[in-house]
């Protein structure tokens, strides 16, 4: 008997070694502090029953940016990973712990590694010098820069939602409706995002025959244009001096 003896030659199984570690990025977010007066002093302004007719005070901000991709972003990263990004794609910005903004998305990999590899590693466009420009990719929490084919230019969109404080105050001013020839506000205080009960008042102000009038509270003063049950035309003569310091801690001021 013959005996035979068969070679089989088997593919070398990929190793990948595991990156350094690093913190992951974070989402880009800036809290900013505004005073902010509501409407602009001296301006006819318009408010229905249950709108405000008068705010200010200081807030707090929270401002998260997103990034579009005015160009497509392609850069071969260790271990067989490819970031391949096409023009206008967009998503929430990051940033390292140095501020280094980041826009990261899923990676590819190419060879191997699209049957032994991790198909949901994070790669990240990096804008090293924070000139808008993405110049160098990265994965996600891996201390080394990749070069891309070219230089990616980016559009930034930013949103703001108010967040609350505990420093924060403001006073509002709502219409309540207009009968007998009164009209009604209630005034309010905010502080910490919570209103102040004891520093709330309903108040009645008699208008003139002609439906005019001023409605004074704490040095407030509106001037009412017209009134109706359900609407009111006027304008902000004069915001209440007690909240002088309020204007002068944090400039610029906010007119909505």
């Known amino acids: 008997m013959r005996k035979f003896l ?8 990929v ?3 595991a990156p350094q570690r690093i913190a992951p990025p974070v989402e880009r977010v800036e809290e900013i502090r505004q005073y902010f007066i509501k409407p602009a002093i001296g301006a006819v302004a318009s408010a229905e ?57 899923m990676t590819r990999p190419t060879g191997m590694l699209g049957f032994f590899g991790d198909a949901n590693v994070v790669g990240c466009l990096v804008d090293s010098d924070r000139k ?9 929490q891996y201390d080394r820069y990749f070069m891309l084919s070219q ?32 009209v009604k506000i209630s005034y309010r205080e905010f502080s910490n995002g919570l209103a102040r009960p004891a ?8 208008l003139e025959p002609n439906g005019t009038g001023i409605i004074g509270f704490k040095g407030l003063r509106i001037k009412v244009l017209k009134a109706t049950g359900h609407s009111l035309d006027y304008v902000l003569e004069q915001p209440m001096p007690s909240l002088t310091k309020y204007r002068a801690v944090v400039p610029p001021a906010v007119t909505q």
């Open 6 to 13: 068969f070679l089989v030659a088997f593919a070398p199984i």
């Open 15 to 17: 190793s990948i070694a």
């Open 49 to 105: 029953v249950g709108d405000s007719l008068y705010q200010e005070g200081i807030r707090t901000v929270s401002k998260h940016f997103r990034a579009v991709l005015k160009t497509a972003a392609e850069s071969k990263m260790d271990n067989g990973y490819v970031l391949s990004v096409p023009a206008g794609s967009e998503g929430q910005m990051m940033m390292r712990r140095d501020g280094t903004p980041l826009l990261c998305f």
């Open 132 to 140: 808008q420009v993405f110049d160098f990719s990265t994965f996600e």
């Open 151 to 182: 230089h990616v230019p980016y559009d930034v969109a930013t949103t703001e939602t108010t967040v609350e404080r505990k420093d924060d105050f403001y006073v509002d001013v709502l219409y309540q409706g207009m009968s007998k020839g009164e």
């Open 199 to 206: 520093f709330t008042q309903e108040i009645s102000y008699e």
